[in-house]
């Protein structure tokens, strides 16, 4: 290893702690694939894209074998995941190079890295596929205390046009955005400030994709992350299902209100069972699937994913994970798998969501991060 990737993965690791690295499913491209899925050309080509936060590699999992079936190289400390509509294409965000990078989805190949306003994490598709907005969270590059590496207070959300792969605008944001998510009907985009930003943020805002304007604000401390929304019959958007990076749970915030109606809390598990590599978060990562009936969430204290029902949130089943630190997750378009990252492993768990076991573990790159469903063209 160079002493460049050294350094990069030092800071990365370092970030991660003190910023509470974050994760959800890619439910808009997931529901856009369901159709695509029930046909056996789609289950066929069903892959897990799987960032590798302190590696070099982006790797990429056939679902029907369990493996790691090939690669994508020369990117570094990949965070954020998702693809285009059609398949053809990856993007991932780098935070070394600070970029969007644009992968084609037949050679696996690099084809564009779009520069960023700052270091990315998330990235999004709207359901139209017109446009993708990236989440920026502070530049860790403040060496004015050093060793102690410190975060400057810029931050944004980024938007970036599809066609032209250009970035159109930079939307400035208090503390900086590090999870983000497009509502289901494509009007929203829902963003968590970055807890590291000091003084944190401490908000939850919501973007009106119309006009990329702040449409509302809501304060929570801490800042959400990660969340997944369910959406009403007529596809707008009705709970926000948030982790924090502080409890061992998550919160639930009715989306036409700006109210926080509940907060659910993971069961207490002995200290011996627990994770003793838990932070930077105890919980993080949560997914709903299509058919809007189950809830997941993990949670890397107890080392467990958790299933509740919809929307009554009652909890029906627990896996155990055999990786360590869980840090994101992803649901079949099927609704019957959840791709569980274990960042302190190098592995990703595979959960049966009907029977709540651990069916495989998938050895991937060093620290994976983030993870999204792809249909290869």
């Known amino acids: 290893m160079t002493n460049k990737l050294m350094f990069r993965g030092a800071l990365t690791a370092l970030a991660g702690v003190l910023l509470g690295t974050a ?20 289950a066929a080509k069903l892959r897990i894209v799987q960032t590798n936060g302190a590696g070099d ?23 954020g995941a998702t693809v285009s509509m059609d398949g053809s294409r990856i993007y991932v965000t780098e935070e070394y ?11 696996l190949q690099v084809t564009k890295r779009v520069p960023l306003s700052g270091v990315p994490n998330l990235v999004q598709v709207t359901p139209d596929g017109r446009r993708l907005y990236v ?24 938007v970036i046009d599809a066609a032209s792969l250009e970035k159109v605008k930079t939307i400035a944001l208090r503390g900086g955005i590090h999870d983000m998510y497009i509502s289901p009907d494509g009007k929203y985009v829902i963003a968590g400030g970055a807890r590291g930003a000091k003084p944190p943020a401490n908000l939850l805002n919501v973007i009106d994709t119309g006009t990329n304007e702040i449409a509302w ?16 019959a007529d596809g707008s958007t009705d709970k926000i299902y948030a982790q924090n990076g502080r409890d061992n749970g998550f919160a639930v915030i009715d989306f036409g209100t700006h109210v926080v109606t509940s907060v659910i809390k993971f069961p207490d598990i002995p200290a011996a069972q ?22 997941v969430a993990n949670s890397r204290l107890n080392n467990a994913l958790y299933k509740y029902s919809l929307p009554d ?35 990703v768990s595979v959960v049966d969501i009907a029977t709540m076991k651990e069916t495989a573990r998938v050895p991937v790159g060093f620290a994976p991060a983030r993870n999204t469903p792809w249909i290869a063209p």
Do not use: C, R
Request: aromatic share 6%; hydrophobic share 35%; proline share 8%.
């Open 23 to 42: 994760s959800f499913s890619f439910l808009a491209a997931q529901e856009a694939n369901v159709a695509v899925y029930a046909g056996m050309k789609g």
């Open 57 to 79: 590699t982006v790797s990429i999992i056939d679902p029907a074998t369990n493996k790691v079936v090939a690669e994508v190289k020369g990117v570094e400390a990949t965070h």
């Open 97 to 107: 190079q600070k970029s969007l990078t644009v992968i084609d989805g037949k050679t």
């Open 135 to 158: 989440s920026i969270t502070q530049n860790w590059d403040d060496l004015s205390s050093f060793p102690e590496i410190k975060a400057n207070p810029s931050g944004s959300i980024d």
């Open 217 to 232: 604000t809501l304060s929570m401390s801490p800042s959400p992350s990660p969340m997944v929304m369910s959406k009403k």
């Open 274 to 295: 627990q994770n003793p590599f838990a932070p930077p978060s105890p919980s993080h990562g949560i997914g709903i699937t299509s058919d809007q009936k189950i809830l």
């Open 313 to 347: 949130l009652q909890l029906l089943g627990t896996a155990p994970l055999g990786g360590k630190g869980a840090e994101w997750l992803t649901i079949t378009p099927d609704d019957k798998s959840v791709y569980v990252a274990n960042a302190h492993s190098n592995d």
